[in-house]
């Protein structure tokens, strides 16, 4: 048992090791705190100090009861940090598409996790305050977390998921009053589902909305009003959000050749896979795959 967190550091990425899935802990930064990526959700509560969060989307200052969510990917860093205390929520994309898969469904949840940080151009990052009375309730389940670090994470699997899920609410209802992106909380329309699902199971297959609209027998213009209302873009451009992510991982994670990444997630034409990629994390793929990618482990 060990109370270091689950996390290991090669070069600039960050991702977890020994089968964990979720923890949460401090990190103190002064001064400068160099760009990253991670292989994992992330979510960081300032709860001391003072800094700056440095990211595709530019400088924001930051300050007690901030937070900052991450998709998986995004590279961040921070700067002119003077004891700036974070209480870092970090959670596997295995997590995601299995016990979290049905957050989709909720309104809350879903704008947090799932198309809040893409609503306005905003590239997998999501920014929000916590009031005083939301803070405290949030630190209080990240402390249960945290208390979870020493645990195996097979037969606390469990617990880990009810306090993260717990944070999750907490943090989803305050964002959803405080987000104009987050419009007027409704359940997602089942036929956005069902259509989020099929183009996330194929990614190299080549949609186009014709097909998808006929796979969920509706009109092609009422599947784009269906889904830009729950998710806040057109089907196609959420399938590209998908591939980019998808993308962002193989380079990671994979010593497949760019132009093979790029078939695999759906864009044979290397050209075209350099631009979408380029526009989405502000690097080329080469440049991403050489400033953050780690040994891979064979």
């Keep these: 048992m060990t109370d270091e ?22 990190y103190l930064h002064e001064d400068v705190h160099p760009v990253h990526t991670h292989a994992f959700v992330e979510i960081a509560v300032v709860t001391g100090g003072e800094g700056t969060h440095h990211s595709l989307a530019g400088r924001q200052e930051l300050r007690v009861g901030d937070v900052v969510l991450l998709r998986p990917g995004v590279w961040h860093g921070y700067e002119d940090c003077v004891r ?8 596997s994309t295995e997590l995601m598409q299995r016990e979290l898969a049905w957050t989709r469904q909720d309104p809350q949840l879903g704008h947090l996790l799932w198309t809040g940080p893409y609503a306005g151009q905003r590239r997998g990052i999501l920014y929000a305050h916590l009031g005083a009375d939301a803070l405290a309730a949030c630190l209080e389940h990240l402390d249960g977390l945290q208390k979870l670090r020493s645990q195996p994470a097979g ?10 899920v717990l944070f999750l609410s907490t943090l989803a209802r305050e964002v959803a009053d405080s987000d104009d992106a987050a419009g007027d ?12 699902r099929m183009m996330e199971d194929r990614p190299a297959h080549q949609w186009t ?14 599947l784009v009003r269906l889904f830009k209302s729950a998710t806040g873009l057109p089907p196609m451009a959420y399938l590209s959000r998908h591939r980019v992510e998808l993308a962002a ?14 078939e695999s997630v759906g864009w044979p ?5 350099a631009r979408r990629f380029k526009s989405h994390y502000g690097l080329s793929a080469s440049t991403y795959r050489a400033r953050f990618t780690r040994t891979v482990k064979r």
């Design 209 to 222: 909305l014709t097909e998808l609209a006929a796979e969920l027998h509706l009109a092609p213009g009422y």
């Design 155 to 164: 037969p606390y699997r469990g617990d880990m998921v009810g306090r993260l």
């Design 249 to 262: 991982a193989r380079l990671l994670h994979t010593d497949q050749p760019i132009n093979k990444i790029g």
């Design 84 to 91: 700036l205390d974070l209480y870092n929520c970090c959670f």
């Design 5 to 26: 967190p689950p996390v290991e550091n090669t070069r600039t990425l960050l991702h977890f090791i020994d089968g964990s899935v979720a923890y949460a802990g401090h």
């Design 269 to 273: 034409d290397q050209n075209y896979f």
């Design 185 to 196: 909380a409704a359940a997602i329309h089942p036929a956005v589902l069902d259509a989020m």
